[in-house]
């Protein structure tokens, strides 16, 4: 029982050259020099039956790529067919035979192999008869990493996670270290650039709120090189002037003169508040 369902391929060509690869494999022959498992001709050339062969090893292979959507017993009387043609065949061949393989993306079949021992007895052949089907063809494919990477790469496995890096450890003492002043000042520092955008767009102007500008200016007054970098201590002075920059928009101005708030106090903010 083969570990992995590799799907039968489904191109005659490709079938052809992934048999012929994995017996190089299996049998730990050179493919690449072809000096053993080698296709057997080219197409529209008399091949006798064979699409494969190692004149050294003397074995010869014949590939059936079959329609897997027809029925079982109709591939069946199909490949009981080519081998029996294919064997009368090979007979013309000028090399010594020792084993013929029917391999075929049609799944083992107990039938099909009891036909070759008995067309073996029969005809009294001087090798062997043997018939691979997909699931004896998976299960050597699935042996030999190379096989599976060049045919089925969807089932290697998928290399491992590379762990987290774990999260930057912030000062003692620096706003980072306390996530919720942390966000109740970033809060506030939307806030503003937030309504200078809106007073911009309000004005016809096509330009941006420069906020790499505005996060420059935040981090110069308070000599940090992040908002996590930001002393705890300095965490009211920071509020006290966002909140006053919010508050001198155009926005925030008419807000206050309407008795409106600009902005969510700290302690509502902890609450959930938002305004």
């Known amino acids: 029982m083969s570990n992995y369902q590799f799907p039968p391929l489904k191109n005659e060509k490709k079938f052809e050259e992934f048999v012929c690869d994995l017996l190089n494999e299996i ?14 001709g080219i197409s529209g050339q008399a091949q006798h039956g064979i ?93 030999h990493d ?17 762990p987290r890096k774990p999260k930057p450890e912030f000062p003692e003492g620096a706003l980072g270290r306390d996530l919720i002043k942390k966000n ?14 809106m007073q911009l767009d309000k004005e016809g102007n096509v330009e941006k709120f420069n906020w790499p500008s505005h996060n420059k200016s935040l981090m110069n007054r308070y000599k940090a090189s992040g908002i996590n970098y930001i002393l705890l201590t300095q965490f ?3 509020v006290a002037y966002l909140q006053g920059k919010i508050d001198k928009t155009i926005f925030g101005r008419y807000h206050k003169s309407n008795g409106k708030k600009n902005y969510s106090s700290y302690e509502d903010f902890i609450k959930g508040i938002s305004i």
């Open 51 to 143: 699409d494969i062969f190692s004149a050294k090893k003397g074995t010869v292979i014949q590939c059936k790529l079959k329609d897997l959507r027809k029925k079982d017993e109709i591939i069946r009387k199909q490949v009981i067919s080519d081998l029996e043609a294919d064997i009368l065949r090979s007979s013309e061949l000028k090399f010594e035979i020792k084993r013929f393989y029917l391999a075929s993306t049609f799944r083992d079949d107990a039938v099909i192999q009891e036909f070759a021992t008995a067309l073996q007895s029969k005809l009294k052949t001087p090798f062997v008869i043997q018939y691979w089907g997909w699931d004896t063809l998976s299960k050597y494919a699935e042996q």
């Open 146 to 162: 190379i096989i599976i990477r060049k045919y089925f790469p969807k089932f290697l496995p998928k290399p491992a996670r590379q």
């Open 27 to 40: 049998e730990n022959t050179d493919s690449y020099e072809n000096t053993e498992y080698q296709k057997f």
């Open 236 to 238: 009211e002075d920071v």
């Open 184 to 197: 109740y000042v970033t809060y506030l520092s939307r806030r503003y650039g937030d309504w200078k955008q």
